[in-house]
């Protein structure tokens, strides 16, 4: 899917003038990962995906999403653009996800701060999507597609 993507890992951290790739060895709760951190992060990602959209480009919002109302805020800000909003859920196996972390912290290559307390974090605190937010699962939207394109045809 042609689209640009911003990253929460990265501007969070051009937020703060960090470079990219710094590891802020910062915990939960604190630094750039405290609520007013976070929610400066998430509002940067709403105001670059309000501009794309407006100028009529697909745009990826890559976070966590781990809370309902920054989900809901986003699907907002892209049906007000005249967008659909569609939903990426991605998971793994947990022993997976431990994995990649643990290989990307080995090679110090990536933006993201995430290790393996703050996957714990997120596994138990992540606020499962409602009824309406899994309706724009891209599983469900893949389909919807389908339908659509045969109907035209």
């Given amino acids: 899917m042609p689209a640009i993507r ?3 890992d990265i501007e969070r951290k051009r937020l703060h003038g960090l470079p990219r790739l710094q590891n802020t060895k910062t915990t939960i709760g604190s630094g750039l990962y405290s609520d007013a951190n976070i929610e400066q992060t998430y509002g940067v990602l709403a105001a670059f995906c309000k501009t794309g959209l407006n100028a009529g480009f697909n745009m990826i919002a890559d976070a966590t999403f781990a809370k309902r109302h920054w989900r ?8 007000s653009a005249g ?4 939903i990426f859920e991605c998971s793994a196996p947990l022993e997976t996800l431990k994995a990649r972390i643990r290989q990307r912290m080995a090679e110090d290559s990536d933006e993201s701060d995430a290790d393996l307390e703050v996957l714990e974090y997120q596994l138990t605190h992540f606020e499962p999507l409602d009824p309406a937010e899994r309706f724009l699962a891209a599983s469900n939207i893949s389909s919807l597609l389908v339908e659509e394109t045969q109907e035209s045809i």
């Avoid at 809901?72 to 049906?79: G, K, P, T, V, Y």
């Avoid at 967008?83 to 569609?86: F, G, I, L, Q, T």
Wanted: aromatic letters at 6%; zero cysteines.
């Fill in 72 to 79: 809901s805020q986003f699907i907002d800000l892209a049906r």
């Fill in 83 to 86: 967008a659909r909003p569609v």
């Fill in 6 to 8: 911003i990253r929460s």
